[in-house]
């Protein structure tokens, strides 16, 4: 590796950091559960393989895959579809604005940056980052008010899971 991409890549792996942390936690009712574990069996498709970098089919189709398991886990029924769309399109206008940040923050690299440079990079991300879940959460609550009784009961059970995992080594008290 030369000097010049280890210094590119020192440059680009802080503002990923920042970036995936960022998602993680101002989008984490679906940016957490979109990436859990299916725990319903396998279907006939065949699994996508995880996305590598700068590859946009492989996290377009990523993206699919994680909308179809929340489709799957929320029991979403035919009249909730054109809710649950809005849902999705949310989901996916959300991901490629930060596949979009990252792509420039990564051009960006290849010159110096000063710290204000990088301190505007990262609010970007946030914004970019509070925005999308403005957007998802609305759409969120249109199909959830639409939602049978347990149908919520299935969602809020899910989203408290993701957003209040018990703490390591310490009793979660909030019960």
Do not use: C
Request: glycine fraction near 2%; hydrophobic fraction near 40%; charge should be positive.
């Amino acid at each position: 590796m030369t000097q010049s991409t280890r210094n590119t890549v020192a440059r680009v792996r802080p503002m990923v950091i920042t970036a995936l942390l960022s998602t993680a936690l101002l989008a984490a009712p679906l940016a957490v559960f979109a990436a859990e574990p299916s725990t319903q069996a396998p279907s006939s498709k065949s699994t996508p393989a995880k996305p590598a970098a700068g590859n946009s089919d492989a996290k377009a189709q990523a993206v699919e895959q994680r909308i179809s398991q929340m489709h799957t886990e929320l029991k979403i029924t035919p009249d909730q579809e054109a809710k649950w769309n809005a849902v999705a399109q949310a989901m996916r206008d959300n991901a490629t604005s930060m596949d979009k940040l990252i792509t420039e923050r990564q051009q960006q690299s290849a010159k110096p940056m000063t710290a204000v440079e990088d301190l505007e990079a990262a609010q970007r991300f946030a914004q970019a980052n509070v925005d999308g879940l403005k957007n998802l959460s609305s759409a969120f609550k249109t199909l959830y008010d639409a939602m049978s009784d347990p149908q919520k009961k299935n969602a809020d059970e899910i989203f408290a899971r993701l957003t209040h995992p018990p703490a390591s080594g310490a009793a979660n008290h909030n019960g």
